[in-house]
């Protein structure tokens, strides 16, 4: 008897204290969802979602979140906590090498006093340590619309180190270092969503979908908003870049232009159509004899549509990836010839020789 008493006033008792640690992360999710919001764009093919996450970061309409081709559309849309829907929003910044952008609200309202959160006044506050419980706020798997609520993990802060990762074979961006969690938080549309505490101050920004190149298993990770690095540019004098100054300069922030001295020289032999505009298809229109497109069976009028499973939605995502393969290694194209997908496999080639300079 006495046990049977003893066994069901300790699950009374766990109940009781399920129930006020329920409340508590109730109440926290009620207040950083308000400084949310769903991101929509450009998207809907393979491994390309057309949805994200956002943090509002001011009150008059700011709202940072990660740089993906999802920003790369005429008509991005923004839906706030409250269901309001903005469309035709404007991408103020996009900052690769901290894989950030900033948008702003398309709207003629004023006094919008937005909840929001306060980059400056969290990043004062001490960076979290290993073992610190954190929750995890994104629109992953496009969970929420209009005024639905953004999805809540809990987990625990089990690393802090330096970002190695990529997907499919793009490298990863940003190297800074950055909060590795316990907790599946890094899903399709997860990135630009929140991590807090336990008490809901921010922590940081869930980054994409990316693969730990030492142990090609997927990680979960958010970027502190404290982080601040320092890279080397063009001209070659080094710029310290901050997610405080992209959010704080806004309009007047300017990217950094990267010194390219570390891209890997190689060679294709394609000729893409020209490009005058951002968003300009990757379609072939000519290919060299003997090289390494002729022999992979690349003809004029394709449109390369993917890269190792990687939509190409530009021809500039298309040089971005082929500066970074290294001369001599495979990979696998997907193109539309016509109405149908075809395989493809090229091996990029070495750069080249130079032509001495005319006499």
Request: net charge neutral; charged share 25%; aromatic share 6%.
């Amino acid at each position: 008897m006495t046990r049977h008493l003893t066994a069901a006033l300790l699950a009374v008792g766990l109940c009781a204290a399920a129930a006020r640690a329920d409340t508590p992360f109730a109440e926290i999710h009620d207040t950083v969802n308000t400084k949310m919001c769903k991101v929509f764009g450009s998207g809907g093919f393979k491994n390309l979602v057309a949805y994200g996450t956002g943090l509002v970061v001011s009150k008059d309409g700011y709202i940072l979140t990660v740089a993906s081709p999802l920003l790369d559309t005429r008509d991005l849309r923004v839906h706030l906590y409250d269901g309001r829907r903005y469309s035709h929003c404007k991408v103020i910044v996009v900052e690769p090498e901290l894989d950030i952008a900033l948008i702003k609200l398309n709207t003629t309202e004023k006094n919008l006093n937005l909840p929001y959160f306060d980059l400056e006044a969290e990043a004062k506050k001490p960076l979290a340590k290993i073992g610190h419980g954190v929750l995890a706020f994104s629109n992953q798997f496009e969970i929420a619309t209009r005024d639905e609520p953004m999805s809540i993990q809990q987990g625990i802060i089990m690393a802090a180190t330096r970002l190695q990762g990529r997907r499919g074979i793009h490298e990863a961006s940003f190297h800074g270092n950055v909060y590795v969690v316990d907790a599946i938080t890094n899903n399709p549309g997860a990135g630009g969503g929140a991590l807090t505490d336990r008490k809901g101050n921010l922590l940081g920004i869930l980054g994409k979908e990316l693969k730990n190149e030492l142990s090609n298993t997927w990680i979960n990770y958010a970027i502190p908003i404290q982080t601040a690095i320092e890279v080397e540019e063009e001209n070659g004098k080094p710029r310290k870049v901050s997610i405080l100054e992209v959010v704080a300069k806004k309009e007047d922030y300017k990217t950094i232009v990267k010194n390219r001295v570390d891209k890997a020289d190689n060679y294709t032999g394609l000729v893409l159509v020209p490009d005058p505009v951002d968003v300009t298809p990757p379609y072939v229109e000519e290919v060299a004899p003997g090289s390494p497109a002729a022999k992979a069976g690349l003809q004029p009028d394709d449109l390369i549509v993917y890269i190792d499973g990687e939509q190409v939605p530009s021809i500039k995502d298309l040089n971005k990836i082929f500066s970074k393969i290294r001369p001599e290694t495979p990979v696998k194209l997907e193109v539309r010839r016509g109405d149908r997908l075809q395989t493809l496999t090229l091996v990029m080639g070495k750069p080249l020789p130079k032509k001495p300079p005319q006499k």
